[in-house]
C-alpha cells in the first residue's frame, strides 16, 4: 500500500474542487467536508489498485460522487425559505416560527473552497453562486450529479458515464431533464457581475455603518427596489424594498447591536454577524450572503444560525475594523 506522503501528493491538489463539487451536490459545507474526508480515506485503501486507466482526477470524483449519491438516499432536499412558499409584501406580516427540523441549505465560505486560488479553477465563483446551489437541490441526485460533472466541471458525455457506472445515453437524457427543470424553476442567479473593488468596498463599508447606525435611509440608498430577503431557519421571506427595509426598521436596526465583518462566500461578497450584549461580549449569531447587480443590493440571504459562524475562520474575513 502507497504510504500517506505519496498519496498526498498527487491526490492533494483536488481536495478543494472536490470539496466544491460535495458541496453543490449536498448543499452542506459540513457534510460536504465529511464526504471529502470520506473520498481520501476510499482512495487511499484503494490506491494500490489504480491502475491507471482514467485520470487520478476523475478516478477522485468517481468516488466523490458516489459517495454523495449514496448519502442523498432518503435525505430531504436543503432548501431556502424561497424554495418552500411565497414572498411577504408587507413588512406588517406575521413571521413564521423558526423551523430547525427543515435541513435548510447552508453557506460555503470561499476559503475552504480555494476560490481566489488560480489553481482551483473549477471551484470558481459561476458554480458555487448560493441560487445556484439553491436550484441544484431541486433536481434528483443522479440529475443533480450528470449536470454538476457535465455543465459546471464541463466533463465529457463518455467521462459523466464512466463516474456514474451508467451509459452516455442515459447521461444525455438525464442532462436535458435537469436542464429543463432548472430552466422551470426560473433564473438562477449564477451570472450576475459584482462592481468593481473599489466601488464594492463602498457598498460593503456603507452596508455595516448602517447596520452599526441602525439607519434605514442609508439602507436604502443600497437596495434595488425589487430587494429580496430571507432569513432561514424562518420560513418568511420579503420582496421589494419597502417590505425589506420596513421589516429590518421594526425588528432588526438597533444602535450598537450588531458586528459585521466583511468575508466572501459562494462566490460572493457576505458578512459574519455577531450581537453585542451590555456587558461587551461578541455572541455568533450567523452569516448574511449578498447577491449584487451592479452597485445595489439585488438579494439578502441572512442565515441566522450561531453554529455556522465557526465555519468562517479568523483568518477568512476581512479584519479591517467593522465600522
Known amino acids: 500500500m502507497p504510504s500517506?506522503?505519496?498519496?498526498?501528493?498527487?491526490?492533494?491538489?483536488?481536495?478543494r474542487e472536490l470539496l466544491a463539487h460535495c458541496y453543490r451536490m449536498l448543499g452542506s459545507i459540513h457534510d460536504a467536508e465529511d464526504l471529502v474526508q470520506e473520498t481520501y480515506l476510499r482512495a487511499w485503501r484503494s490506491f494500490d489498485g489504480f491502475e491507471g486507466r482514467s485520470s487520478l482526477r476523475r478516478w477522485l470524483y468517481k468516488i466523490a460522487t458516489m459517495a454523495c449519491l449514496t448519502a442523498l438516499e432518503g435525505r430531504a432536499r436543503r432548501p431556502l425559505p424561497s424554495g418552500l412558499g411565497a414572498p411577504a409584501e408587507d413588512h406588517r406580516a406575521g413571521i413564521a416560527g423558526r423551523e430547525p427540523s427543515v435541513p435548510w441549505l447552508e453557506p460555503a465560505p470561499d476559503a475552504r473552497l480555494g476560490i481566489g486560488d488560480p489553481a482551483a479553477v473549477v471551484a470558481g465563483r459561476t458554480g458555487?453562486?448560493?441560487?445556484?446551489?439553491?436550484?441544484?437541490?431541486?433536481?434528483?441526485?443522479?440529475?443533480?450529479?450528470?449536470?454538476?460533472?457535465?455543465?459546471?466541471?464541463?466533463?465529457?458525455?463518455?467521462?459523466?458515464?464512466?463516474?456514474?457506472?451508467?451509459?452516455?445515453?442515459?447521461?444525455?437524457?438525464?442532462?436535458?431533464?435537469?436542464?429543463?427543470?432548472?430552466?422551470?424553476?426560473?433564473?438562477?442567479?449564477?451570472?450576475?457581475?459584482?462592481?468593481?473593488?473599489?466601488?464594492?468596498?463602498?457598498?460593503?463599508?456603507?452596508?455595516?455603518?448602517?447596520?452599526?447606525?441602525?439607519?434605514?435611509?442609508a439602507l436604502v440608498r443600497l437596495l434595488r427596489a425589487d430587494v429580496e430577503m430571507e432569513m432561514p431557519p424562518i420560513p418568511t421571506w420579503f420582496t421589494g424594498r419597502d417590505a425589506?427595509?420596513?421589516?429590518?426598521?421594526?425588528?432588526?436596526?438597533?444602535?450598537?447591536?450588531?458586528?459585521?465583518?466583511?468575508?466572501?462566500?459562494?462566490?460572493?461578497?457576505?458578512?459574519?454577524?455577531?450581537?453585542?450584549?451590555?456587558?461587551?461580549?461578541?455572541?455568533?449569531?450567523?452569516?448574511q450572503v449578498l447577491s449584487l447587480i451592479g452597485d445595489r443590493i439585488s438579494r439578502i440571504t441572512s442565515f441566522n444560525d450561531p453554529a455556522l459562524v465557526a465555519s468562517f475562520a479568523p483568518t477568512q474575513v476581512d479584519r479591517r475594523p467593522a465600522l
Open 4 to 15: 500517506h506522503a505519496e498519496f498526498a501528493v498527487q491526490a492533494e491538489p483536488y481536495r
Open 128 to 217: 458555487v453562486r448560493l441560487a445556484f446551489v439553491a436550484a441544484l437541490q431541486l433536481l434528483p441526485a443522479r440529475q443533480r450529479a450528470v449536470l454538476t460533472l457535465r455543465d459546471v466541471l464541463a466533463f465529457r458525455t463518455a467521462e459523466v458515464a464512466a463516474i456514474l457506472d451508467t451509459t452516455p445515453a442515459a447521461v444525455d437524457s438525464a442532462l436535458r431533464r435537469a436542464r429543463t427543470r432548472l430552466a422551470e424553476a426560473g433564473p438562477v442567479e449564477d451570472e450576475l457581475t459584482e462592481p468593481d473593488e473599489p466601488v464594492l468596498r463602498a457598498l460593503l463599508d456603507g452596508y455595516v455603518r448602517a447596520f452599526s447606525d441602525a439607519d434605514p435611509d
Open 244 to 287: 425589506v427595509v420596513g421589516f429590518l426598521s421594526a425588528r432588526v436596526l438597533r444602535p450598537n447591536l450588531w458586528r459585521l465583518t466583511p468575508t466572501r462566500a459562494n462566490g460572493q461578497p457576505a458578512l459574519v454577524i455577531h450581537r453585542l450584549t451590555p456587558g461587551g461580549a461578541d455572541l455568533p449569531y450567523g452569516v
